[in-house]
């Protein structure tokens, strides 16, 4: 079979009838085989959360009254994507389908599987009127149900292996259909239900079909122009990154940087295929590929994550004791709240959480072991590059540049990849913007 390559487009990328001329036309400018991955239009989603809520509550009349609001900007959308009255009413009569589907749910009892099944309509609207504006262009393609081979196991997780036994036959099947169409985020689950990889899963779905199709690249297009070197909300000038290993990327991910959802990165890893970031406003622009190679050694990046929180706990008894830790970390697994960052010393130990929902728990826990300190608003800045903490000189260029800033804790050695420090969230511009001019001259 020929290698294809995968390109996803997100909501925004497809929100507005000329965004979806525009990807038809990304799409079709090269003869390269190819699977695009959808999402919904931008805001719709959102909008079928909202049903789902209202249903929970019992209030129908407010499920509806969005439902209804939902329809009329479908058929607006519809109006403005296709000019002939044959495609019009063919898309009509596909959304008409859909809306038909969300009436019934808000008329008999809801469930968590009916939710799933809600959440499913917003990337089967898409792709379906995407294909339709494709047919009036006389674009050949073939539209792949997402729900005929994207899945996940009795844990909830993606298997490329069982995707790919099911993928596979099916695009052998059609070995001279150069051009596919199939729906991001919509998945099955190991009871054969309509479930999702979660918000903003797309980007796995795009991911978990290169690795499974062996593709030759997995392109996910959006309108920034790929990664950059530091927050360009925060700082005067970044600079997009060229070039980033999986293993920058992935520690970079978790800062959300945004573009990219932090799961998607482990399959195509996994099965060494590059990923690219690219505009579609810009789609001439290089962006950023993420492969096996980082390209250059020293810093690439610096990201931050707020909303974090730091709790030390301070005993005499950790003085040369052993199974504290262990002690210590029971806590917050039995409370599932992951811990970020962790430094120690002989008589204490701070460890960062991101999730508040059960710190008032977590601290009475805690205080049997020791003194427990709670600093609210902190700032994870991590510092990523290729081997950076190989390179001395970085480290004094970093500490430099830091004179004025109160940092609470400093995280060096745990990836060869990556430098964190914690803190205060009011200084986290100050810090950016130094680190900006101080690691990168900008
Ligand atoms: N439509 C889904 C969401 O908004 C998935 C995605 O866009 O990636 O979360
Ligand atoms: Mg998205």
Known sequence: MKQMKVMKFGGTSVGKPERMHQVAQLITSDSEPKIVVLSALSGTTNTLVSIGEALLKGDKDAANAIIEKLDIHYQQFINELLTNDVYRQKARNIIAEHFEFLNIITRISFNEALNKDILAQGE????????????????????LPALDFMSIDANDEPQVNAIRAKLMPILRSHEDTKLFITQGYICR???GEVDNLKRGGSDYTASLIA?????????????????H???????????????????????LAYFGAKILHPTC???????????????TMQPEAAGTTIMQEAGSVGVKAIA????????????????????????????????RTPIDMI?????????????????????????????????????????????????????????ESLKPVPVRMVSY??????????IPSAHKQQTLQLLNTGLFGL
């Open 304 to 335: 931050a994550k707020d909303g974090i929180i730091a709790i030390k706990i301070k005993s005499s008894r950790m003085l040369l004791a052993y199974g504290f830790l262990r002690k210590i970390f029971e806590v917050f697994e039995k409370y």
């Open 265 to 279: 990165i482990w399959p195509a890893q996994q099965e060494k295929v590059p990923v690219k970031l690219l505009n």
């Open 124 to 143: 089967l609207m898409s792709t379906k009127l995407f294909s339709v504006s494709l047919e009036e262009k006389g674009i050949k393609h073939l539209l």
């Open 211 to 227: 690795a499974a199709a062996n593709c030759s690249v997995c392109e996910i297009w959006t309108d920034i122009d790929g990664m």
């Open 343 to 399: 430094t120690t010393s002989e008589v204490a130990v701070s460890v960062t959480i991101d999730n508040a929902s059960f710190l008032k728990e977590i601290v009475k826990e805690l205080e049997p072991f020791g003194t427990v300190e709670v600093d609210l608003d902190q700032t994870i800045v991590s510092i990523v590059g290729n081997d950076i903490a190989q390179t001395q000189d970085i480290l004094s260029k970093l500490f």
């Open 189 to 191: 689950n190991a009871r």
């Open 413 to 422: 050695g745990g990836s060869k990849h990556n430098v964190s420090l914690l």
């Open 229 to 251: 070197n530091n927050d360009p909300r925060v700082v005067n000038k970044t600079m997009p990154i060229e070039q980033l290993s999986f293993e920058e990327a992935a520690e």
